[in-house]
């Protein structure tokens, strides 16, 4: 095929705005799904992806399209819109020419919009406004359209309407996807380079390249190298996905498919690596992708059936699928070996708890997670440290340095003074203030992502009764006065139990910490005391009661001296106890360090 008639692009979008059913639209427009095969979030092929309504992973498809008699092969890449998975929209757009800016006509412009239409920008994209969802009562597209010029500069006139669920305005969008979006840069006479934006493992088949072929063409049989680890293979099967995995004989210049050449190690692949043919190798590789940084950290132990080969078996499996994922062997007293895994937000971390649980039928005991922070040492060093359990000890440390984000807050005008109190308790700094509309807002603050990255999301929906929006990007590490809050549980510090905060919320959040712990242990035959120090010093306390059997049940008459020796008997038992008995600690505890309401 001629590569003027070739598209790729993305649709991106805040979650919920409609991508994955104008995905579906598209796709059965274009005949590229048999009414057989019809389904809602066709894309979405992950049992999670379906029962959650979002879009986890990105997902590649190719459709043939006929624009005035000429045919045309459009590639789309759908993608993600929650925050946590920013990067796997990074990496969609760099495969891409151009994007379809998805916004709800009712909700408006929403904070991962705007975040996602930066992306775009930067990746170097052609950006096409769509409004969707224009069949609702409550849709007011040519406001809509209006916040889309004001916001983003793209201008309201050129945005078009659509209606993803009933069909409504997709035939002039498909027409607007091959006139307005630019084709493929014509490099097929140059080396062959195809970057690799995905992939994925199959038991039988070895390793599955997604791939975007942006010089020359790869061929079936062809010898080609991995140019990051300098490896080489054979093709055995080149394919697009229609959306199918469907086999051809090769792809050429812009087109988007898979290759499979017997790649057996999961860690042979990186995402971002650029596939090169052996004998005329291109001169460079391709620009990759910004290496994601992890900013949450929680360890993974196995329970229950599973043990520690099968719990790293299925972390290798899960880390070829999701480069934003990683892991290192970690070894605790308490609960033994298992790993420290690092994640771009809470909800990839429970995506991956989840995906594990189902994929690979693994239990695990999880403990709270944790952002990783930067010190300095009176050495002069700098280091990363991803858990309390790492930091030197106090007269080691020069600084200590927190993560910092830009955060981006879209909100109706009722709501504002709310939420600038919580901003404020959460020590967040306003940078500035936008209106969007004359009922919408937008707050950009700095702020601290310790205070953000655990329940802020729920109590901003709580406060604007569901309309609030966020967005978070990190920017980097910022000195602060923090300190180490230590557990002692029976006078025993419980590492996974640590945790480092503002020394102005210390002792309040120690107290309170104290006393969730207290619900979440279950008491013991021995009296437990927990406590919280910093340093040597104790800010805090709280006891659990033991059990007690009334030994002096069966006694009755006699001498009082009788009852005392019993007791005594009784007490002496006791402490016993409590200096040789371990102490249980239910996973609820360690979720209950994170808890920072009332």
Do not use: W
């Not at 360890?299 to 499996?317: C, H, I, N, V």
């Amino acid at each position: 095929m001629d590569i003027k008639q070739i598209r790729n692009f993305s649709i991106v979008a805040h979650i919920d705005h409609g991508k994955s059913t104008l995905a579906d639209r598209l796709l059965e427009l274009t005949g590229s799904v048999s009414d057989r095969d019809k389904k809602d979030q066709l894309l979405d092929d992950m049992d999670l992806e379906r029962e959650r309504g979002i879009t986890i992973k990105a997902s590649a498809v190719t459709m043939r399209y006929l624009h005035n008699g000429q045919a045309y092969m459009l590639n789309l890449i759908d993608t993600p819109g929650h925050v946590d998975f920013h990067y796997e929209v990074s990496r969609a757009l760099t495969a891409c020419e151009g994007a379809l800016l998805v916004v709800d006509a009712s909700q408006g412009v929403e904070a991962q919009t705007v975040a996602n239409a930066y992306l775009a920008t930067e990746s170097g994209c052609e950006i096409l406004g769509v409004i969707n969802k224009i069949d609702l009562a409550t849709a007011r597209p040519e406001e809509v359209a209006e916040e889309v010029d004001h916001a983003l500069g793209i201008p309201a006139d050129e945005c078009l309407p659509v209606s993803a669920k009933t069909g409504q305005g997709v035939g002039a969008l498909l027409e607007a996807i091959v006139t307005r979006l630019p084709a493929p840069q014509d490099k097929s006479s140059e080396p062959t380079a195809a970057l690799i934006f995905d992939s994925h493992a199959d038991e039988y088949r070895g390793v599955i390249c997604y791939v975007r072929v942006f010089q020359g063409r790869l061929v079936k049989k062809q010898k080609i190298r991995l140019m990051g680890s300098g490896r080489t293979y054979t093709i055995t099967e080149l394919g697009k996905f229609m959306p199918v995995m469907t086999a051809v004989e090769q792809l050429g210049t812009g087109e988007v498919g898979y290759v499979i050449a017997n790649i057996k190690q999961l860690g042979d692949v990186t995402i971002g690596d650029t596939i090169t043919d052996n004998a005329r190798p291109a001169v460079q590789a391709l620009p990759g992708y910004k290496l994601p940084v992890q900013m949450v950290f929680s360890d993974f132990y196995p329970a229950g059936e599973t043990d520690y080969p099968k719990l790293r078996s299925a972390f290798e499996k899960l880390a070829l699928n999701d480069a934003s994922f990683s892991f290192v062997p970690q070894n605790s007293p308490a609960l033994g070996f298992g790993f420290r895994c690092g994640f771009l937000g809470l909800l990839h971390m429970e995506i991956v708890q989840e995906r594990l649980e189902r994929e690979s039928d693994i239990d695990v005991v999880q403990t709270a997670p944790t952002v990783s922070y930067e010190v300095l040492t009176t050495a002069g060093r700098t280091q990363r440290i991803d858990s309390p359990a790492e930091l030197p000890e106090r007269p080691k440390i020069e600084q200590l340095r927190e993560p910092m984000v830009r955060l981006e807050i879209i909100t109706s005008n009722e709501s504002i003074g709310g939420i600038m109190r919580l901003a404020e308790e959460r020590r967040c700094r306003l940078i500035k203030t936008e209106y969007l509309s004359t009922t919408r807002v937008m707050l950009e603050y700095k702020a601290p992502l310790a205070e953000i990255v655990y329940d802020f999301y729920d109590l901003l929906k709580g406060i604007s009764r569901g309309y609030a929006t966020m967005d978070y990007e990190f920017v980097g590490f910022e000195a602060g006065d923090l300190v180490k809050i230590d557990i002692l549980v029976n006078k025993t510090p419980v590492e996974a139990l640590g945790l480092i905060v503002h020394r102005s919320n210390a002792e309040k959040r120690g107290r309170k910490l104290l006393v969730k712990l207290k619900k979440a242990i279950p008491r013991h035959q021995f009296e437990i005391p927990l406590q919280a120090a910093i340093g040597g010093k104790i800010i805090a306390r709280e006891t659990i009661k033991a059990f007690r059997k009334d030994v002096t049940a069966k006694l009755y008459g006699g001498d009082v001296t009788r009852k005392m020796k019993v007791l005594k008997r009784q007490k002496e038992g006791k402490k016993r106890m409590k200096s040789i008995g371990q102490v249980s600690i239910p996973q609820d505890a360690f979720m209950s360090i994170l808890d920072t309401s009332d």
